[in-house]
Nanobody, 122 residues
Framework: PLVESGGGLVQAGDSLRLSCAGSGRTFSNYGMGWFRQAPGKEREFVATITRSGGNTYYPDSIKGRFTISRDNAKNTVYLQMNALKPEDTADYYC?????????????????WGQGTQVTVSS
């Protein structure tokens, strides 16, 4: 299972770091990603990182503000979010993919966490 943590209520311009802990000895066998879903909207891709952590990818709307990283020794992937905006308000989900590369689509991921809520006030 994947368990997210670190969500909360912050003000615009603040920073927040989300964590996603995986279990088992095969965490490093999965590419990891973050998605988010705002109320009334579809889930959208936020970031992805390869198994080794050597490569990452973000959509243009996120690039420069968010950073994904991982610590395979701790079975954990992180999402550092800076300069948060009210439009970043959403439930954030981490996901694991057996697929190689940098998957960006929901259907490419095999396991999902339960989500953590992030609310950014103006």
């Amino acid at each position: 299972p994947l368990v997210e943590s670190g969500g909360g209520l912050v003000q615009a311009g603040d920073s927040l770091r989300l964590s996603c802990a995986g279990s088992g000895r095969t965490f490093s066998n999965y590419g990891m990603g973050w998605f988010r879903q705002a109320p009334g909207k579809e889930r959208e891709f936020v970031a992805t990182i390869t198994r080794s952590g050597g490569n990452t990818y973000y959509p243009d709307s996120i690039k420069g503000r968010f950073t994904i990283s991982r610590d395979n020794a701790k079975n954990t992937v992180y999402l550092q979010m800076n300069a948060l905006k009210p439009e970043d308000t959403a439930d954030y989900y981490c996901a694991a993919a057996r697929l190689y590369g940098l998957p960006t689509r929901e259907q490419e991921y095999d396991y999902w966490g339960q989500g953590t809520q992030v609310t950014v006030s103006s």
